[in-house]
């Protein structure tokens, strides 16, 4: 009796431990430390994200270098080395920001055509280029508008703009000019106003019948040495670079947008935040986010402009007094003078040219929902 009743202790301890190696119990299927810790990374999302060191979209840098003054809100940006941040919302990390220095929008286009970029702040004329191209992004809001001056070299033989135009038109050898980028808002700008003052305007040097001859100087550290060695004699470029050739004694500023005939492009809009739409579908919180961030980061340089100037010296190498002649508005708000500019920027890229994809003949209206998403800056900024 004895052996039967052991027989059944030990059937009921084999059988017990057989249902607890095949299911296992509530306290064996825990995930350790280390596997929760790697299942909370994978659910954050990393995103690159470029902007350029001059003052149309290197404000963003302000979350690297002053990261306190925005700790407080809800939602900020928080460095966790150089070239990283954490975006957090409600004390959580919603998604990693890998931050890539980019040479201008050009550069940002083509790593977002590859897939090496998410999003990117830069010339609001690169991503309507790029869209018309076949990239499938969105312009989710302005970021500056103004900011742009057209530069001569110091002994260039007129001072202002219609000087220039008059002298483009009786010299017997065309003016050299160039751009920081092919399809950038300042370069779109210089030969759209020389065109419209009746200057003809090339790309080709052998056509010696051209009154100005434009070049793609790569980028906007070129723009300077460009000038100094004697490469070409005119450039449109952004803040602070104009101001830094002056500073420098090897340019003057011959006409700032406020100054272009027929006061067209009074501080024109011009920058803007980019984004692919396959990022902004998948991560619509995350974008949200980063809109806010943004429009924190530009309303704080648009209302404290010389504490701004004086934390961005460094990352511009250039001295606060320089940064801080800057002409610029900062601003996320969606109003009737962005949208002016939008369509301003279409109609003169289309007399030149410049579309012959998706957006070629094209209404602006048709643009406009194609091209542009406020849906999430209206949500902080509701429309003007």
Not at 34 to 48: C, D, H
Not at 256 to 262: F, K, N, S
Not at 344 to 367: C, H, I, P, Q, W
Request: with cysteine.
């Amino acid at each position: 009796m004895k052996k039967k009743k052991w027989n059944l202790i030990l059937l009921l301890m084999l059988m017990m431990f057989t249902v607890t190696a095949c299911g296992g119990t509530a306290e064996e299927a825990k995930p350790t430390a280390e596997e929760t810790a790697t299942e909370e990374n994978a659910e954050i999302p990393e995103l690159t994200v470029g902007w350029n060191n001059e003052l149309h979209t290197g404000n963003m840098h302000l979350a690297f270098l002053k990261p306190e003054l925005f700790e407080k809100n809800n939602i900020h940006l928080k460095p966790v080395n150089d070239q990283q941040l954490e975006l957090i919302k409600d004390g959580k990390t919603i998604a990693r920001i890998n931050f890539t220095l980019v040479k201008g929008a050009s550069e940002s286009v083509t790593m977002m055509t590859q897939g090496h970029m998410d999003m990117a702040y830069g010339s609001s004329t690169a991503y309507m280029t790029a869209y018309d191209s076949g990239l499938d992004c969105s312009i989710l809001c302005p970021v500056q508008s103004g900011g742009v001056a057209i530069v001569a070299e110091k002994d260039a033989p007129y001072n202002t703009f219609e000087e220039l135009c008059d002298h483009a038109k009786e010299t017997e050898k065309p003016i050299t000019a160039g751009y920081h980028s092919p399809i950038s808002s300042p370069r779109i700008v210089l030969e759209y106003a020389l065109r419209d003052q009746g200057v003809k305007v090339t790309e080709d040097t052998a056509d010696h019948e051209a009154d100005v001859v434009m070049s793609d100087l790569k980028g906007l550290s070129n723009l300077i040495p460009s000038m100094s060695s004697g490469q070409v004699e005119l450039w449109a470029g952004p803040v602070p670079n104009p101001q830094n050739a002056e500073a420098q004694g090897i340019g003057k500023i011959i006409a700032t947008l406020d100054q272009l005939p027929e006061g067209k492009w009074v501080d024109f809009p011009c920058c803007t935040m980019n984004i692919r739409n396959d990022v902004k579908e998948k991560y619509p919180e995350v974008v949200e986010a980063l809109v806010q961030a943004t429009t924190d980061i530009h309303d704080y340089a648009q209302n404290n402009r010389e504490d701004t100037a004086e934390a961005l010296t460094e990352f511009f190498g250039l001295e606060k007094e320089v940064l801080m002649e800057n002409d610029t508005t900062y601003s996320t708000k969606v109003n009737d003078q962005f949208i002016n500019g939008m369509k301003t920027y279409y109609e003169a890229m289309s007399e030149m040219d410049k579309f012959t994809g998706r957006l070629k003949d094209r209404n602006f209206d048709d643009v406009l929902k194609e091209v542009f998403d406020f849906t999430y800056v209206e949500k902080i900024n509701p429309a003007e």
